[in-house]
């Protein structure tokens, strides 16, 4: 089983490669037309989800106008709270919710285990149509969220400005957040097993709000729970690449290697010069274009591209990506102008 195009799980494990691979986070999305028409076709958000060969063809979307180096599975990070019976909905123009919301200690003792191959089956079933689609072309990214970013939108009922009943929970009782943690942490575990086992050559935990979180407690209630995931991951399947991204984490880059990671995921806020002087012989990195730039000329989209690729330098280690997902108002042909500078102007980091 070769993949033809193997330049991203290359730059991941830090072997020479020819150029730069690139794959955008959100890239397949509501910014392309093709993807609004499928989505409307499947009826909701997550009734896509479910439907292996909808999701299926919205990954394919952005591989027919790009040059993409990597594919990644369409879904969302919240199937494992819904699988957990917390009734997840979408509701146009709000972003996620939750029918019921986690409040106590009881509530978190309450929470199902999952059998993810059940529970979550239809993801496993996407995974399998998807990867049988690429025919081994590209790899395909597996994902999850982060045990801390679930456990906000559990306690929050959705996306929140402050997590200010996350944070009360983490601060009145810590006990019951750690549990909470702990069992998200055997479920995303379980999840990106299930996932690499299904098809995935490659998964990325989004730690989203880890970056929320105080320089105390980010190792305590975020980084544990994710390492308990990598050591299981990276036990099973040695050779997985695992990506960690804790979005606002840039100040976290050491511990985060010290996980046994694969590589991090930069935002826009870090340097990668620096990032890379700090953990560059340990983990590859991925990022870190702000995504706004997007909305800017495709000039200046190039001269950003060229920026991050002198900052980083020399060499493979470097998975091209932006900083954060892809907004819905960006222009495709933006998008465009972005993969082709990349794959115009890395080659000379790489030549010997
Ligand atoms: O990257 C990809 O193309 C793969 C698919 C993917 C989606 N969500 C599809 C999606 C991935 C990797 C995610 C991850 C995700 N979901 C994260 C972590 C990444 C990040 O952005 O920090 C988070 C926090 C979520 C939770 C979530 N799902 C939110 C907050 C929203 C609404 C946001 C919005 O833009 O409205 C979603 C919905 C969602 N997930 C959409 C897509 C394409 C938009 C749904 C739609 O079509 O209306």
Not at 216 to 227: C, T
Request: charged share 20%; hydrophobic share 45%.
């Amino acid at each position: 089983m070769t993949l033809k195009n193997d330049r991203f799980l290359r730059a991941l494990r830090r072997q020479p490669v020819d150029r730069t691979p690139v794959w955008m986070m959100r890239q397949a999305g509501r910014y392309l037309p093709e993807y609004r028409a499928t989505r409307a076709e499947a009826g909701s958000f997550m009734d896509l989800c479910k439907n292996a060969d909808l999701a299926c063809e919205v990954v394919m979307q952005p591989l027919r106008r790009y040059p993409l180096d990597a594919a990644i599975l369409f879904s969302d990070i919240l199937t494992i709270p819904d699988a957990m019976g917390l009734g997840l909905y979408f509701e146009t123009g709000e972003g996620p919710k939750f029918t019921s919301t986690i409040k106590t200690a009881a509530d978190v003792a309450a929470l199902p285990k999952l059998d993810v191959n059940i529970d979550l089956g239809y993801v496993m079933n996407a995974v399998r149509t998807i990867s049988a689609e690429l025919n081994n072309d590209l790899p395909l990214i597996g994902f999850s969220g982060s045990p801390w970013t679930l456990a906000t939108y559990m306690i929050e009922g959705g996306s929140s400005k402050d997590f200010r009943n996350a944070k009360a929970m983490l601060y009145n009782d810590p006990e019951a957040m750690l549990l909470l943690l702990d069992k998200l942490a055997d479920a995303v575990t379980d999840y990106l097993l299930a996932q690499i086992e299904a098809g995935c050559q490659a998964v990325q935990i989004f730690d989203s709000w880890g970056g929320a979180l105080s320089h105390d407690a980010y190792e305590k209630f975020s980084l544990a729970a994710m390492q308990k995931s990598v050591s299981a991951i990276k036990a099973k399947y040695p050779d997985v690449p695992v990506i960690l991204f804790s979005k606002g984490g840039g100040q976290w880059l050491e511990v985060m290697a010290d996980t046994g990671a694969d590589a991090l995921g930069l935002d826009w806020t870090t340097d990668i010069s620096q990032a890379r002087a700090r953990v560059g012989d340990r983990v590859a990195l991925q990022g870190n274009m702000d995504p706004a730039v997007l909305y800017a000329k495709p000039e200046q989209i190039r001269a950003e591209v060229v920026r991050i690729l002198k900052g980083y330098g020399h060499g493979t280690g470097h998975i091209f990506n932006l900083g954060h997902g892809v907004t819905p108002e960006v222009d495709p042909e933006h998008a465009k102008a972005f993969f082709e500078a990349v794959v115009e102007l890395s080659p000379q980091y790489h030549q010997s």
